[in-house]
């Protein structure tokens, strides 16, 4: 048994209501966009975008699934065969729904719910093509710290001996001041712990 809708039903019963969502689906597939209460709106949302769903496959069992539901076999020919190609890279969020003023007679809360046909926005392109390039950038980044950097026989050969040894001196010395000065740090902490 199907779980029943939280909150009031659109319409008097179980049945009235799956007809009156079936008859909204189709006037949203056939016009591309209606105007409805903002209640019937969101309870047609889920169920049209599982239409959309099943329209993507493609396939025969899936065109009978979306026949039991919308009876018009012209509607479900275009939902199959004009809808389903406009949204085929959208991973979801077929319909949009935009609040607008209440409705004159009884003041209802009224909204436009729409199919979504743009393709997707440039910016979102942008942000897959920046994480592709960043996971590239990270492989050749990894490549590199494995390869060990050596630098050219020809530079090390072209240096002189003269300064080769200056620098090799230089580095003895600083070595032995280094030696020196801890000599004397540590001369000076014995010399503070024998007073105290």
């Known amino acids: 048994m ?6 009031a039903r659109l319409g008097g019963g179980p049945a009235h209501e799956r007809l009156l969502l079936a008859n909204l689906a189709t006037a949203l597939f056939e016009h591309r966009r209606i105007t409805t209460t903002e209640a019937k709106a969101r309870r047609l949302r889920p169920y049209a975008e599982r239409l959309v769903t099943f329209a993507k496959r493609g396939d ?4 009978r699934r979306v026949l039991t539901v919308i009876h018009d076999k012209g509607v479900v020919h275009e939902l ?21 003023g209440p409705r004159k007679g009884d003041n209802a809360p009224m909204a436009v719910i729409e199919l979504v046909l743009e393709p997707l926005s440039p910016k979102q392109r ?53 030696v020196a000065a801890d000599d004397v740090a540590d001369a000076a902490a014995k010399a503070d712990a024998d007073e105290k």
Do not use: N, S
Request: no cysteine.
């Open 2 to 7: 199907p779980q029943p809708a939280k909150g």
């Open 126 to 178: 942008t942000v897959k093509g920046a994480e592709a390039a960043t996971k590239r950038a990270a492989k050749k980044t990894a490549k590199a710290e494995e390869a060990p950097v050596e630098a050219p026989e020809a530079e090390v050969a072209e240096a002189p001996a003269e300064e080769i040894e200056a620098v090799e001196a230089a580095a003895t010395d600083a070595d032995a001041a280094e």
């Open 80 to 100: 199959f065969e004009e809808i389903a190609p406009l949204v085929a890279d959208r991973p979801g969020g077929y319909t949009r729904i935009t609040k607008i």
């Open 60 to 63: 025969l069992h899936a065109r």
